[in-house]
């Protein structure tokens, strides 16, 4: 009889795939993202659109809070100047789109080297007060550099052409998005479980202890930020392209909090943590929505601008009960019903 | 001379504002060990429950700023104790959260109770306006200085002398200690939301009077958090103090650089600070450097 | 079990059709569904939930004599907070799952442009009232149009009549850094080009900002006669306020987004005789009182108090909206809304000037009105 699920090496503790089951339904799940948008609604797909780009940015944000243990109050930031790298150099420059998703990458990155190399230098809340100041003192330079940026009038932005491939319609955009997702996904995993992967964790759980192994702790927590202001851009790209017209505005400072209750709610520190976050937090206004439509009959009757409010405060109710109930996130609520399905009827 | 006098002036009025919700950031730091991310919400929603108090009730200023008092204690003890409390022994980084959850609530009670329409304060006084030589102010602009000062005066005295005072120094340098030496943490606690409550919602009544209530008021959190971060995030005094750098910062950059510079001019001030003294101006210097 | 199985899916079939008579989405023998999405929750809402109260009382009053050729609206109205990737959804919402036959609206300006896309790819008949911009008309879409008029047009309707006024006077103007300010300030440089005005101060303020203080010292040095705030609400009162407290009083002109009567009462004396620019009816006017008294019955009291300019434009496009569908007779579908609303020819709403469209022309067009305000009634009256 199965009493337990071991690990005998290593190697076997770090794989990334470690039973066929899980082979089994990781596939299942990934040809049934890539049918979905060919069954979905237009609305349910702009669901799933939006989650899969907000898992790209969830995981950047993850490596380095998640796994670096720094605060970033201002990723923001760096999702927007994504999405003007993108924007100028395919819009304005009519560069081919790969090369505009790279420097989505690239430029947030290189904000994140000026912004990093003097505050990473020290510990605490510092490195998320001056992602803070960044990401309100970015959206000033971004309206003062008419030149490059059109201002206050935005950039138009077209779904991407990629190798003869278009991505206009709602289905192919969102297999960009999918393949991207899946991407980082990988990516971010291998970096957990490679010796980068393991300084930032050690770096996170005691940076003494990390140095006295003989980790550069400046430039291990550098290289988690810029990774992270990396893969944020790649993400901010996605969600200009999604709204069709970047401007300061589609970006708001409500999106750097959000993301960190994306990876709090998700269970802090895993990449699972992060995409079960994302679905969460993405899904929880239609879900509070669906509970109100319950009522619907009333609500029309009595609708007015309190009503709707009602929803809002729904939101942040749901966000401070799972923090008070459920602290380790839904990754804790995984790993508990895993255990509970695997040792049943027994306790342990 | 007139024109800088001027800005001068009127930096010294917002930024006591400024200063005010700043000390309140301050006060829940220091003894709790938290960012207080609902700040700016709990000042908005004094603001309105003093403005409601002087349109249903009374239109008299004592009146209204009793239970304007009144109100911020019982909304921080309610939030403590409510909200808080039960997070006690949670990583911190959680309880942080919790607060954020608590600002997306607060902000929509606003439309909730209130209306999206701007309102103004009036209690009689306050909207008066004062001209010395060229330069204009309103009266409520002298009083929220003069209400800084003072303030800064009281609270300097009641953690230097009182008896509670010292218990609040005592948890936040070491709280297991003084919870040994039999002080109790969730009163600490409970206090500390109480006062930050009330001294933040001064600064908001303070900002009905001479601007206007807006649900958009919320933001004046934003730009407080620099000036606390400015004065020390564990200085209360210091926050009061940074909160004027702040003000006169803006005013000036606005008035000599331009427009566009006014908004960010604080954040942009706090981080040239923090390269030189990254505790703040007056916060206690405890930086690990690893 | 068999027979059950069909008996289901015939059911399922016809639900999800909604009678098989219509062709096209959110019509049955009995009902049209009209869908709308606004921002209804924050400070924005000030505006959405007036431009919805407006197509509420256009609709309610058209149930009320019977609903279009017998088919009773319903209106389904959903939130975007005003963040763009929700209206984007919002919008796919209301035509995607709800089915909703046409589509009024749409949030503000930046929303409404960035779901362009999806209202032309869907090609259901729509009618922008909230926040007429270029964009939403230029080029031209066969399915979207445009009740209201342009925001350039708007500020140089203004500035030309404050400069006929007041000739040889020096100019000072301040707009929001967003593409709100952006046409404001080109409405304001062709006419500053046209008339060789004489700007001495140029101001931008952030989104946002509470403290005008330096800005308006700065306009005071200037020693500017005329004043363009361009403000959206709460800015305009602070400004007004601040230059109240500078004791200066410069002829200022504000424009329609801000043009709400609580302005005035939280202006108080600063706010006397500003100048403002609107298409639509004054409330003080006999055309804002009749529809003042239209609307009380047909609203509760909570939206009765919610009523500002937005519910008149909501009100108007939502008039001509139905009207083009009660032209289609019983046969409702799109091809024949379309066309009829672009027969649109001289509609009488009550609360502007008569509204038109044509063949490839989306955009009404409305005539301007110059008003003043006056403290002593807190309302705008038109200026001869």
Redesign the interface.
């Known amino acids: 009889m199965r009493t337990g699920d071991y690990k005998q090496s290593y190697g076997e503790l770090v794989t990334l795939i470690d039973s066929p089951p899980v082979w089994l339904w990781s596939t299942v799940l990934v040809l049934a993202l890539v049918v979905a948008p060919y069954v979905l609604n237009a609305y349910a797909l702009s669901f799933l659109t939006i989650i899969l780009i907000t898992v790209v940015g969830a995981l950047g944000l993850n490596i380095l809070t998640g796994y670096t243990g720094l605060i970033s109050l201002g990723h923001v930031g760096f999702l927007l100047t994504g999405a003007y790298g993108y924007a100028v150099l395919v819009s304005k420059y009519q560069l081919p789109p790969l090369v505009g998703f790279l420097g989505a990458g690239l430029v947030p990155a290189a904000a994140s080297l000026i912004v990093g190399a003097p505050s990473l230098r020290l510990k605490g809340l510092y490195l998320a007060i001056t992602t803070l100041a960044f990401s309100f003192i970015i959206n000033t330079v971004i309206l003062e550099m008419r030149w490059l940026t059109n201002g206050a009038r935005g950039i138009a932005v077209q779904r991407p052409e990629i190798f003869g491939v278009s991505f206009e319609s709602d289905a192919a955009f969102t297999h960009l998005c999918l393949a991207t997702a899946i991407l980082t996904l990988f990516a971010t995993l291998n970096i957990r479980r490679s010796r980068v992967g393991r300084a930032f964790v050690a770096i996170r759980d005691n940076d003494t202890a990390a140095r006295v192994m003989g980790i550069n702790l400046h430039a291990y927590k550098l290289l988690a930020f810029v990774t992270s202001a990396f893969i944020t851009g790649i993400a901010g790209a996605l969600y200009g392209i999604y709204l069709s017209f970047v401007n300061v505005e589609g970006f708001p400072f409500l999106l750097s909090i959000e993301a960190l209750a994306i990876l709090i709610v998700g269970g802090l520190g895993s990449a699972l943590g992060a995409v079960l976050g994302t679905v969460l937090i993405v899904l929880l206004p239609e879900a509070t929505r669906l509970v109100f439509s319950l009522f619907s009959a009333q609500m029309d009757a009595m609708f007015t601008t309190g009503a709707q409010e009602l929803k809002s405060m729904l939101y942040g109710l749901v966000i401070i009960l799972f923090l008070r109930f459920q602290p380790r996130g839904l990754v804790g609520v995984w790993h508990d019903l895993k255990r509970t399905w695997v040792n049943w009827p027994l306790r342990y | 001379m007139q024109y800088f006098l001027q800005l001068l002036i009127s930096g010294l009025a917002i930024g006591a504002i400024y200063g005010l919700i700043a000390m309140g950031f301050a006060v829940i730091y220091k003894s709790t060990g938290l960012v207080n991310f609902a700040q700016g919400e709990m000042t908005m929603i004094v603001a309105y429950i003093a403005w409601t108090v002087s349109t249903t009730g009374s239109g008299n200023i004592l009146v209204v700023s009793l239970a304007a008092i009144l109100a911020a204690v019982s909304l921080g003890l309610v939030i403590e104790r409510v909200v808080m409390r039960p997070m006690l022994g949670e990583p911190v980084f959680a309880t942080v959260m919790v607060t954020i959850g608590l600002a997306v609530i607060l902000r929509s009670s606003i439309n909730f109770i209130w209306d999206a329409y701007p309102h103004g304060l009036d209690i009689g006084v306050g909207r008066g306006i004062v001209r010395v030589g060229g330069i204009g102010v309103r009266t409520g602009q002298i009083a929220v200085i003069a209400t800084l000062l003072l303030l800064l005066a009281a609270i300097w005295a009641f953690f230097r002398y009182s008896k509670t005072g010292v218990a609040m120094r005592a948890v936040a340098a070491d709280d297991r200690t003084a919870l040994l030496m039999g002080i109790s943490a969730t009163r600490v606690h409970a206090l500390a939301w109480a006062a930050s409550s009330v001294i933040a919602g001064i600064g908001g009544v303070f900002f009905a009077l001479s601007y206007d209530l807006s649900p958009a008021m919320f933001q004046l959190g934003l730009k407080a958090f620099p000036a606390t971060i400015l004065g020390g995030l564990d200085a209360v005094l210091g926050s009061g103090i940074g909160g004027l750098l702040i003000g006169l910062t803006e005013n000036f950059a606005g008035g000599y650089i331009g427009s566009g510079m006014k908004e960010v001019a604080g954040f942009a001030m706090i981080i040239v600070v923090l390269m030189i003294r990254p505790f703040g101006l007056f916060g206690e210097r405890d930086i690990e450097r690893v | 079990m068999r027979n059950h199985l069909a008996t289901v899916s015939l059911l399922t079939a016809a639900l999800l059709s909604g009678g098989a008579l219509a062709a096209d989405p959110g019509v049955t023998d009995t009902e049209i569904l009209i869908g709308d999405v606004e921002p209804?929750?924050?400070?924005?809402?000030?505006l959405g939930?007036a431009a919805s109260i407006g197509h509420k009382i256009a609709i309610a009053e058209a149930n009320n004599a019977g609903g279009i050729n017998g088919r009773k609206i319903k209106y389904v109205?959903e939130?975007d907070?005003y963040?763009?990737?929700?209206t984007?959804?919002g919008v796919?919402?209301v035509?995607?799952?709800d089915k909703v036959f046409a589509m009024l609206g749409i949030s503000g300006s930046?929303q409404s442009?960035?779901v362009m896309?999806?209202l032309e790819k869907a090609g259901i008949p729509t009618v922008i009232d909230v926040a007429p911009v270029k964009l939403l008309w230029e080029p031209a879409r066969k399915n979207v149009f445009v009740v209201g008029q342009s925001y350039e047009e708007g500020i140089i309707h203004l500035v030309n009549y404050l400069a006929d006024k007041n000739p040889g006077k020096t100019w000072g103007l301040?707009t929001q850094?967003?593409?709100y300010?952006?046409t404001v300030r080109d409405g304001f440089d062709s006419v500053v080009k046209a008339k060789k005005l004489k700007v001495v101060y140029s101001?931008?303020?952030?989104?946002?900002?509470?403290?005008f203080?330096?800005?308006m010292?700065?306009l005071k040095?200037s020693r500017a006669d005329v004043f363009l705030a361009g403000g959206i609400?709460?800015e305009n009162?602070?400004m007004m306020?601040e230059l109240?407290?500078?004791?200066v009083k410069p002829v200022t002109g504000i424009f329609w987004p801000g043009r709400?009567e609580?302005?005035l009462?939280?202006m108080?004396p600063a706010g006397d005789g500003i100048y403002a620019v609107d298409y639509v009816e004054p409330f003080a006017g006999e055309a804002g009182k009749a529809f003042l008294e239209k609307a009380k019955p047909l609203v509760?009291e909570?939206?009765f108090?919610?009523i500002n300019r937005y519910t008149m434009t909501g009100y108007a496009a939502a008039k001509v909206l139905i009207a083009a569908i009660e032209r289609c007779g019983k046969t409702v579908t799109w091809a024949c809304t379309i066309s009829e609303l672009e027969k649109t020819k001289n509609v009488e709403t009550g609360v502007m000037a008569p509204i038109s469209f044509g063949p490839g022309v989306r955009f009404s067009n409305q005539k301007l009105q110059i008003m003043q305000a006056d403290a002593a009634t807190l309302s705008f009256k038109p200026v001869k």
Do not use: C, H
């Open positions: 209804l929750t924050g400070p924005p809402a000030l939930v109205l939130d907070g963040v763009t990737a929700r984007i959804q796919k919402k035509i995607e799952v930046g442009i960035a896309p999806v301040i850094d967003d593409d300010g952006i101001g931008t303020y952030k989104k946002g900002q509470q403290d203080s330096s800005d010292l700065q040095e609400i709460a009162i602070a306020k109240e407290k500078l004791n709400i609580p302005v009462k939280l108080g509760t909570a939206e108090k919610g």
